[in-house]
């Protein structure tokens, strides 16, 4: 069945946690990437700019892989796909610990974007297959809480490690390595996928639901926003605010607590007052935040404000996605698959409008633009978006 009911047997609480440490299964190799790109550069005798490449050739993988996965959903079981995920995120981890080259670790890096997009939406749906309607929402602000307070602690960890081969062998690996032992251990195998689906008749169904597309559009326009606040806001405050490396990075830190809080109460959020409502207040207030963290004049105010947009981002996380996994139940992993892409594509508009206007208009044109669109999003749901299950307070 594609919706458990209420009275069906409830996966482990180990399944939420395995889920949610899932998700950070290929994050770590992008840790290591981010927090020691210069060291890798210095091992191959290569400038920062040449390495950071295979960032970007990561980035366009996961997203082609994110589009395959809207048909590759539909033929393959969410378990087998989530798996298959896991599985690479190891292989490149491995592979890219050992590579005597940079042009194979360029190679098996990259492989960790595929990894990213089997995993990142399946992890997701699967809620949608396993838990009852009415603690799908809870599961979810559990397996989002999970990553962000992962990175807070290990970002830490591997500036303390410094070498970024052994950064992979004592952290990249064993994460991702626990996350296939711990989801296999706890995910049940489903024995049949459900009503099986045609291919063409589910993206007929897609097509002609504008609820559903709204979702996608709305992962799109979020994206933008996030790569102001989740990676430029550290380079903001240096940079703009003329805060020291070190007072940047504890908020930095700061913000990701924030995060990790707001995941964690993202499905209360979503119990009292319906996922559509939500969602659409939730994201409202972020943008609007986001807004005033980059033009408040005060340093202290901004930057209070700034983690109270990080405290909105987590809150949104669970809700966004609890609305979207119930749109249309029978094609779950496919509209999962479509909101991962929407999302790479979203940060691909969003990395490039924020360099020509950093480059052209300044900071504050910038961040301003690139806030605004989390407003957009929360009104494209207003407008479009429905719940398709009935809320009952």
């Known amino acids: 069945m594609n919706q ?27 840790l290591v990437a981010g927090v020691l790109l210069i060291e890798i550069g210095a ?7 040449v390495v950071n490449q295979m960032n970007a050739i990561h980035a366009l993988l996961s997203l082609l892989t994110a589009l395959a996965m809207g048909v590759l959903s539909i033929r393959f079981s969410m378990e087998l796909l989530l798996f298959a995920g896991l599985g690479l995120a190891i292989v490149s981890a491995v592979g890219s610990c050992v590579s005597p080259s940079f042009q194979l670790l360029f190679v098996l890096y990259s492989l960790n974007g595929v990894a990213w997009s089997l995993i990142y939406p399946m992890s997701v749906a699967l809620v949608g297959e396993l838990f009852p309607q009415e603690k799908r929402a809870k599961a979810l602000s559990i397996i989002f809480a999970i ?11 591997l500036g303390y490690i ?19 032992i711990l989801t296999k251990l706890s995910v049940p ?6 009503k099986k689906v045609e291919l063409l008749s589910a993206f ?15 992962f799109l326009l979020n994206s933008i926003t996030f790569q102001f ?21 504890l908020i930095y830190s700061v913000l990701a607590l924030a995060v990790f809080v707001g995941a964690l109460a993202g499905g209360r959020i979503v119990d009292r007052y319906g996922r559509k409502h939500s969602t659409v207040f939730i994201t409202l207030i972020y943008g609007l935040s986001a807004i005033l963290f980059v033009t408040v004049p005060n340093v202290y105010i901004a930057t209070a404000i700034g983690i109270f947009s990080g405290l909105m981002m987590g809150l949104r996380q669970p809700a966004a996605n609890s609305l979207t996994i119930e749109q249309i139940p029978e094609i779950r992993g496919s509209i999962m698959s479509l909101s991962t892409a929407s ?17 052209n208009y300044g900071w504050i044109a910038a961040g301003v633009f690139l806030a605004s669109a989390a407003i957009l999003a929360g009104i494209v749901l207003q407008i479009f978006a429905k719940d398709p299950i009935a809320y009952v307070k």
């Not at 410094?162 to 626990?178: M, T, V």
């Not at 999302?343 to 480059?359: H, K, P, Q, V, Y």
């Open 4 to 30: 458990p009911d209420s009275k069906s047997t409830d996966p482990s609480k180990l399944t939420v946690y395995a889920l949610g440490l899932s998700r950070y299964a290929p994050r770590g190799a992008t």
């Open 43 to 49: 091992t191959f005798g290569l400038p920062v700019g």
């Open 147 to 157: 990553p962000p307070i992962i990175t807070t602690f290990g970002s830490t960890l």
């Open 162 to 180: 410094g070498d970024w081969r052994r950064a992979y062998f004592f952290y990249a690996i064993p994460i991702a390595a626990a996350s296939l």
């Open 189 to 194: 195998l489903r024995k049949t996928k459900g």
């Open 204 to 218: 007929k169904a897609l097509i002609g639901n504008r609820s559903a597309l709204s979702c996608l559009m709305y």
């Open 229 to 249: 606040l989740g990676m430029l806001s550290i380079s903001f405050l240096r940079e703009h605010r003329a805060l020291p490396k070190g007072v940047s990075s």
């Open 343 to 359: 999302d790479n594509i979203g940060g691909m508009i969003g990395a490039a409008m924020a360099g020509f206007l950093l480059l």
